[in-house]
């Protein structure tokens, strides 16, 4: 893959302007974001010219619309073995924020163009703390990766460690079971909560299609899709 890579210093998401802008295999990097966008109507919040704030733009081959979630899949596990060239301690937070012990270090907010049963184009966009040291926003439980292994981390070895690591996964087998190893909680009885109120369970599983599956004290499991439940840390 031979990305082009695109470099702002100030944009109002690097989502956004992939979507107006975007071609190819490419990749734009912004220093600052003015409105940058969290899941749902949450805002991202990010220091100028600290972190890494970037959107790819996939053309995923003969990926039916069923089989979206890999994805996430892919590019969760290509972000956490990046991280982890740094430190240990990363996870994947179902579904696809990447958490260190309980703090949360990235947020992934992926966009995608389906046409009839197939996935034609994606906009993947990652907010990576890097060398941020204080947040002022009230994101419950921010980490920077400076803040992990106690000096500053250069942003363009970061991001080129990452593509390489995308690339290299794409084609490999297995990737799904990396995933699922690598979730944060997995196999822990915690407390969850969804419309009903909080409760303890398990997280056991994940669908193919991205489902969570959480088993209860009975063995009875229940099923949600994304912001459905939320972990309660
Ligand atoms: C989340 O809420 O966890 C998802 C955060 C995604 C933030 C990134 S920063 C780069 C890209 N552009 C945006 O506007 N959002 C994503």
Redesign the pocket.
Known sequence: MKWEIVCLDEID????WMKEHGSGDMVVVADY?TA????GT?R?ESQRGRNL???LLLHPKDIDVRHQFRISEVVSVALCDTLEEYATGFSIKWPN?IYWHDSKIC???TENRVVGQSLTESIV???LNVNQQEFLSDAPNPVSLCQIVGHGVDRTTLLQSFLHRLESLWSVEGVGDTYRRRLYRRGMECIYEDVEGRFPATLTQVEPDGRLVLTMSDGKERRYAFKEVSFII
């Open positions: 998401s690097t989502n956004r974001q940058g966008r969290g899941c949450n991202w704030l970037f959107s924020d947020g992934m907010l966009g990652i907010g």
